[in-house]
Every structure is written in structure tokens, then in C-alpha cells.
């Protein structure tokens, strides 16, 4: 296929996947008129309608239904051995990077370290990613790989070993009445400010890092919105809301003066998870996978990994 036919494809499943052409086109990095453009460039080639789009929503026709279920598997196996092609050729070499969020930890710093030792031609980066956007350096290829938070539900984005299985606790001032607590409960929520996530990350996400109800369905006040770690341990500080974190983040992060972490009982615990672009730097990316699980004892294999998650962070989460 020519190079124009290949962009009307990627356009069409990136949009099936938003139902949206601006954020289509922001996850292409071209304007939503170029979605709409390479859209009606494809369904011209096919002679039918994709998409049925009006002024309030846009869906898939039922021939866009049947196109999407043949295409997306076919695309997917010919991404995969293109690039595992061209990484064969070249070997695993060049440079790898590495993203995490606010922490590395020994297990993934162990990673690297047998990483390197297994692949001599090829040197690890590692970079901070921002909590508020766990799966944009991957897309906009700043990293080729990175230790995120759980759920993870990108179709175009693969998650490999997931690991670090932590309870949660909740971080409230030192003053907070909850502070001297030996414990409290997932309803207890409902009587204190969440700090959450701001909107760069998926809205799944971010209700998993600070959920909106209790498992007994009882609201949870909405406290502000923050794009680090640093800044919700801050707020927390001075008595804006109170952040969930898991058990390790708690003990890393450790502010007695200003900030009391109380274990949660009844949330799920936290995980979390390698995850890469199906496309980009395949190969390099699934040999660190391989040698991540091997380097910390703790990864789930994928077929066994939980896929829906609720949990905050982890040392190397936040």
C-alpha cells in the first residue's frame, strides 16, 4: 500500500477508537480537518460511508463495524512485523528509554542493569514521566516503554509485566482527625476530599487514583486536581484534601511532621505495569519486558495479570 493509504487506515482505527476527530487528530498530530480529509479519501476508495458523524456524535455505520473487526487485527500483525523486522536487522542495539512515575524503584533499576548486561549494544534512559500523563510519552515517543499505574485499556499501547502488587493508604495532614488512626475504611472516604489527577490522563485512570464513590456507592468529595506527586503530597500538607497512595509510596515519601499515611481497608490494592507502543520500538521494548520479568521475581505473567485495577501509587508509580 502507498504511504497515503496507510495514513487513511491509521486515521480510521484511531478514530474508531475516540469517536472523536479532535482527539483523533491529536493523537495522529494532525489537524481535525486532515482526519476528516484521509476519512473521506478511504471511504471514497471503499464506496461507502465509515463513519456516520453529526453536530452532537460520531459512530461507526455497520460496514465502518465490519471494516474495523477485519482491519484491526491485520494492521496490528503487519505493524508487528515490520518493525520486528527492522529491529532483527539492526539488532538489539541504540538506545532504549525508559519512563516512570516519581519513583524508580530497585526492580526496575535491576531491570535495566541485567538489560544492559544481556544486550551490550544497547544503553538505557530513564525518564521522569508527569502522574497527570502516563501513556502520552509513549504515544508522542518520548520513552519507548514505561512503568505506569494500573487499569491500563490503550488499544494502541501494550502492557507487559505487571507487578508491585501494594495496598493503599490515604495521606491527611498530621493534624486531620483521621491521622492517629490505626486504620480506616474505604466508606470513611466519603467524609474527606480526594486530591485527584488532572484531565491529560484517560478518565478511567484517573477515577482508579481517586474514585469518585466508595464500594458501598457513597460520593467522595472532588479535592483539586494535580499533575505530580509532589505537588498533591503538598496540598495535603496544607490541608486542601487527602491523596491515596500505596503502602511503598507512603514509606518512600515519609512526612511525619506534615502528613500521616493511614492504611485503607476495603479498596483494591495498586499495580503496576510495563506498557509500550504496538508500533514503535517493538523489539527493544519486548526484550525489556523479558528481562524485566526475569530481573524482579514479583511481575505477573500477562495471561494472569488483572486488567482492571483500581489503586493508586507505587514507589514507582507516584
Keep these: 500500500m502507498r504511504g497515503l493509504e496507510i495514513r487513511e487506515l491509521e486515521a480510521f482505527l484511531v478514530l474508531a477508537e475516540e469517536l472523536h476527530f479532535g482527539r483523533a487528530g491529536r493523537r495522529l498530530y494532525v489537524s481535525q480537518s486532515r482526519v476528516s480529509q484521509l476519512l473521506r479519501s478511504l471511504e471514497h476508495r471503499i464506496g461507502a460511508p465509515l463513519v456516520a458523524r453529526t453536530s452532537r456524535r460520531v459512530a461507526l455505520t455497520p460496514l465502518g463495524e465490519r471494516f474495523l473487526a477485519e482491519l484491526r487485527p491485520a494492521y496490528g500483525r503487519l505493524s508487528t512485523a515490520v518493525e520486528a523486522a527492522r529491529e532483527a536487522a539492526r539488532g538489539i542495539g541504540g538506545v ?28 538505557v534512559e530513564i525518564v521522569e514521566i508527569p502522574l497527570a500523563d502516563p501513556f502520552g510519552p509513549v504515544r508522542r515517543q518520548e520513552v519507548d516503554a514505561a512503568v505506569v499505574l494500573l487499569p491500563v485499556e490503550e488499544p494502541d499501547l501494550v502492557l507487559g ?15 486531620h482527625p483521621l491521622a ?51 505537588e498533591g503530597l503538598s496540598l495535603t500538607a496544607a ?15 515519609d512526612r511525619r511532621r506534615s502528613i500521616a499515611f493511614v492504611p485503607v481497608e476495603g479498596l483494591p490494592d495498586s499495580f503496576l505495569g510495563l506498557v509500550w507502543h504496538r508500533v514503535h520500538a517493538f523489539a527493544r521494548a519486548r526484550a525489556f519486558a523479558e528481562t524485566f520479568t526475569s530481573a524482579c521475581a514479583g511481575a505477573e505473567p500477562p495471561a494472569s495479570r488483572p486488567l482492571r485495577t483500581g489503586g493508586s501509587t507505587s514507589q514507582t508509580g507516584q
Excluded: N
Design 96 to 123: 532504549l528509554r525508559v519512563g516512570f512515575q516519581g519513583t524508580a524503584d530497585d526492580c526496575l533499576t535491576g531491570a535495566i542493569t541485567l538489560f544492559e548486561k544481556r544486550h551490550p549494544g544497547c544503553s
Design 161 to 175: 509485566p505487571v507487578f508491585s502488587r501494594q495496598p493503599q493508604t490515604l495521606a491527611v495532614p498530621a493534624r
Design 239 to 253: 490541608d486542601r484534601g487527602a491523596m491515596l497512595l500505596c503502602r511503598s509510596t507512603a514509606e518512600y515519601h
Design 180 to 230: 492517629s488512626r490505626a486504620s480506616v475504611s474505604a466508606e470513611e472516604l466519603a467524609g474527606t476530599p480526594l486530591i485527584g489527577v488532572s484531565d491529560a490522563a484517560p478518565a478511567y485512570w484517573r477515577r482508579a487514583q481517586a474514585p469518585s464513590h466508595t464500594p458501598g456507592g457513597v460520593p467522595i468529595p472532588a479535592g483539586p486536581v494535580v499533575r505530580t506527586l509532589q
